[in-house]
């Protein structure tokens, strides 16, 4: 499911670049709709889901149907009116917020130059995309209850329904405005209430559906609330560092926000496909782990998470590095966005894509802590992560501009990685173990006699000149090559199907 979903993402990505390009039109709809989706990743799937479902497995542990009920009715009133007030906030504010984020835009408005246009636009487009930030933080909720209960295909499929949307206003709609951005931003909102309706059937099925009550005192809500508070900050790092990267780039050329959101997408996709899908599942078999006091099969899943995430993210990030301008120009080179923006965003993509390991690390060692409902350690090495970001922002954006800001971001994913598995590790939490270490290492050799091959076969290959059809001829018949030679590789040093099962009985080898 979470595959269909970046497979339609893609698409909508591709829809948009069509019509869009890497304008001023792109980058100001990119920024609109980056803000709520940052405050999602508060809100929703990220700090409350790292919150929420620790404390509603021990709840579900009680066998206790009327507690659980009651549990999810609080829970879901108080996210609810909390997340209505800050979106009305939201909208009423959004001039200030666009001048907040996008401060080079704003000061450009105040100086009358050309680039203020951008913030009007951004300021009127936040007050449409904005409200997506109240439905889609239900819509988390709601999957966060639905993967408590191992029910993960709605939550993984329901992003496809807004993709869905978004493509279809942007066929449709992008001629009946001034600014084809504005069709996109009515997608985000139409998107955002599909998310939400589509749910609600399997929150009847399973028995979650329930009256919202206000519930800010209660003990169990009191217990995510504190447990959420430092965890806003821990685990939205890497959103924070994206907008702090967006104020930057306001000051930038034209296209800069555009061109990191294009390889930030690339990116995404291996990220959401295999680190997320990963992570998704890690957290509710830990935290059951945790409340059933099984150190071994806690180990052992932590040994899993982080197996798959080596096998599927180091030659996903060695792929994304050596195949950068031919599966941009491929994706993306077509209509408004042209062989130049592939060039420009190629340089980003190869930065963010050496990071990629790290940010999935992030999110399977994460959990580690959320399990065992210690959220202020992550919170703790996020600021150590995002302090560390800036000062690589003043490093790498002057001589390198936007490119820098992807370098940026890349090394202080890699900290944070870091930064975690040390303290799992000096806490007796979690420690690697010897077959998992050696896997890693057979999987970065394999993967990087992939990445030699890869650059043998496009050497010499002029792909600004190539037709669309022999571009993905090429890149059909190299992503074929990687994988016989990634897998065969693996093969010869002696790693099997077999490495990637988590040992049985909760046994850590």
């Known amino acids: 499911m979470t595959f269909l979903s970046r497979i339609l993402g893609l698409v909508r990505d591709v829809v948009v670049a069509q019509f869009m390009g890497a304008g001023a039109g792109a980058d100001v709809f990119f920024f609109a709709n980056k803000i709520p989706n940052f405050l999602r990743r508060l809100f929703s799937e990220g700090a409350f889901a790292q919150a929420f479902i620790p404390v509603l497995t021990e709840v579900q542990a009680n066998n206790d149907t009327a507690e659980f009920k009651q549990f999810i009715a609080k829970v879901s009133g108080t996210l609810g009116v909390i997340v209505f007030l800050t979106t009305v906030l939201g909208v009423v504010g959004s001039g200030v917020i666009a001048a907040i984020f996008g401060t080079g835009w704003f000061i450009a408005y ?9 913030y009007l636009l951004a300021s ?11 439905f889609v933080t239900l819509v988390g909720l709601s999957g966060a209850i639905l993967n408590t209960l191992n029910k993960f295909a709605v939550s993984s499929f329901t992003p496809v329904l807004l993709n869905i949307v978004i493509i279809i206003c942007a066929v449709i709609l992008h001629n009946d405005f001034s600014t084809p951005a504005f069709a996109l931003a009515w997608g985000v909102f139409i998107g955002g209430v599909v998310q939400l309706v589509f749910q609600i059937p399997f929150l009847l099925k399973v028995g979650a559906l329930v009256r919202p009550q206000w519930g800010w005192h209660d003990p169990k809500v009191k217990k995510v609330r504190t447990l959420m508070i430092p965890a ?9 560092n994206l907008l702090v990267d967006t104020l930057i780039a306001s000051f930038l050329m034209t296209g800069s926000i555009s061109w990191l959101y294009y390889s930030d997408r690339l ?16 957290l509710p078999a830990l935290s059951k782990d945790h409340v059933a006091q099984d150190k071994l099969r806690f180990q052992a899943n932590m040994n899993w998470a982080i197996r798959m995430v080596c096998v599927l993210g180091i030659p996903s990030a060695v792929g994304l590095i050596v195949l950068a301008e031919p599966l941009l120009s491929l994706i993306f080179e077509r209509g408004a966005f042209t062989a130049s923006d592939v060039s420009m965003a190629s340089m980003s993509l190869i930065a963010y894509a050496s990071g990629l390991f790290s940010f999935m690390l992030i999110k399977v060692l994460a959990p580690g802590f959320f399990a065992q409902q210690d959220t202020k350690t992550p919170v703790k090495i996020g600021i150590i992560a995002m302090v560390a970001n800036m000062g690589f922002n003043v490093i790498f954006a002057i001589p390198y501009g936007f490119v820098g800001l992807a370098i940026a971001t890349a090394l202080s994913a890699t ?3 870091g930064l975690l598995y040390y303290h799992l590790h000096q806490r007796d939490m979690y420690r690697l173990s010897l077959a998992t270490l050696l896997l890693c290492i057979r999987v970065v050799v394999s993967s990087l006699i992939m990445g030699g091959v890869l650059m043998y076969v496009q050497a010499n290959i002029v792909w600004s000149e190539l037709t669309f059809v022999l571009r993905l001829s090429l890149v059909v018949q190299w992503l074929i ?12 040093f002696g790693v099997t199907l077999s490495a990637m099962r988590s040992p049985p009985n909760g046994e850590v080898k």
Not at 110 to 118: I, S, V
Not at 267 to 282: D, N, R
Not at 481 to 492: D, G, I, T
Request: net charge negative; proline share 5%.
């Open 124 to 134: 009127t487009m936040l007050k449409i995309t904005f409200p997506y930030l109240f």
């Open 481 to 492: 090559l990687a994988a016989v030679v990634y897998f065969v590789s693996l093969k010869v």
């Open 267 to 282: 990116m995404e996709f291996p990220l959401g496909l295999f680190g997320i899908a990963i992570a998704t599942i890690i």
């Open 110 to 118: 105040l100086n009358d130059e050309p680039a203020g246009d951008k």
């Open 232 to 240: 806003l900050f821990g685990v939205s790092v890497s959103q924070i």
């Open 415 to 417: 900290l944070n990685a």
